[in-house]
Structures are given as C-alpha cells and as structure tokens.
C-alpha cells in the first residue's frame, strides 16, 4: 500500500526550541519525498524535497530508507514558522502523482 | 512571480448540478494536475494531465469527473452531477518540467459546497 503517515496533528514549541515534524511512509518502489508548507491564508508550497538534499528556511529533512521515514527538522523554531506542514510521497515519475499525509500543524510559541 | 490562480474561490451549488472549477496554470507549464481535501481529511490526488491527456486519474476520478484544457491557458475540472461527498477544497498544480524533477504549483483552492 502506498501511503504517508504523519502521526502528531498539532506540535506546540517555544520560540527557539528544536521541531521534528515526523513522517512515515509505505511504498514498494524508490520513494520521492517532499514537505509541503502552507501558511495562514496562503496556498501550498513546495518547502523542500529529499533529492535536492538542501535547507530551506532552516529546515532538514533525511529520507532514511530503512526506517521508511522522512522527518523534518530545525534546530531553532521561530515564530514565522507557524503552518501546517505536509509530507508527500511522489509514486510515479511519469505522472506526478503526490500522496499527502494528514498534515501537521505547527505552533510556535513566543 | 507567476502564480496558478483558481476561480471562483468558492462555489455553492445544488445536489445533481454540474459545476466546472477553473483554473490558470502557469504559462510556461506543461503539466496539470486536480487535487481534492475534504474538510479534516488528507489532500487527495485526483489526476494529472499532460498533452492534452490524462497521464493517470484516481479511482475518486470516475465518470463524474472530466478534465479539459479548452483554450491553451485554462485547465477545467467538471463535475457532471453532484454528490454530497463531492464538498471539499479543489486544489489545481501545475510544474514546468517531468514531475520527477519539478516543483508542483499549487494555486490557492476552490471551496465548493454542495447542498
């Protein structure tokens, strides 16, 4: 089955504590990974995605096969980071088909 | 920066109508695709569009669903006859190269409600 996991709805931090946004994932095939972020009254956007292997606004993620997980982190959150942050699983190259995880909101705290 | 826009932001209309939710890919691009979230669940693929064809749809995508790029700069999804269930927020992507290797734009939704 192909399908994305993410386990916690909500993550409270403080400002300047270290996040880790959790994702799981299920596929058979090489798995593309990406997160999505999508600020209050905006509309989704890529935030970053496991082959560029890059940091975006401070964030990391590794996608570690073994474990079938692709969790996002940062060091230091910040109060802009607020969001609800989304894991999707690329399953076909040709098409483009996403699948999303439920999505994790992200409060940070002053 | 150029934005995939969606209209209308919201469309309220009665069980059994046909609606259609457009949408302004970027101009550049070259592949399409519908996306669906209904109210507290996950964002859910419904298609993709390449070449005036449908590369892959979901099994939500049936006979109810059609999909039309009528002029080169539109992208439609219609909904024949509506259901119910079909009241979530629609979401239209578009990226400039193979989904492999490219972004997907998300425009910013269509709300619709069925009553």
């Known amino acids: 089955a192909q399908r994305v996991t993410q386990p916690e709805k909500l993550l409270s931090v403080f400002k300047g504590a270290p996040v880790e946004l959790k994702c799981n994932y299920s596929y058979s095939g090489s798995p593309e990974l990406f997160w999505y972020v999508q600020y209050s009254r905006q509309r989704l956007q890529l935030l970053l995605r496991?082959?560029s292997r890059e940091s975006i606004k401070g964030f990391t993620a590794d996608l570690n096969k073994g474990e079938t997980s692709f969790h996002l982190k940062k060091p230091f959150a910040q109060e802009e980071d607020s969001a609800m942050y989304y894991c999707?699983?690329?399953?076909?190259?040709?098409?483009?088909?996403?699948?999303f995880g439920q999505g994790t909101t992200l409060q940070v705290k002053p | 920066e150029p934005e995939v826009t969606q209209t209308p932001s919201h469309q309220v209309t009665q069980m059994g109508q046909e609606v259609i939710l457009r949408c302004v890919p970027i101009?550049?691009?070259?592949?399409f695709y519908w996306y669906r979230q209904i109210l507290g669940q996950k964002v859910e693929f419904l298609v993709s569009f390449y070449n005036n064809e449908i590369s892959e749809k979901s099994e939500i995508f049936d006979d109810q669903f059609s999909v039309e790029r009528p002029d080169g700069s539109n992208f439609t999804l219609k909904i024949r006859s509506t259901k119910l269930e079909d009241s979530a927020m629609y979401f239209c992507a578009s990226s400039d190269g193979p989904p492999s290797t490219d972004t997907q734009y998300f425009g910013p939704g269509t709300r619709l409600t069925v009553l």
């Open positions: 101009s550049n691009h070259l592949y």
């Open positions: 999707a699983l690329g399953v076909s190259s040709n098409t483009g088909k996403l699948i």
């Open positions: 496991h082959i």
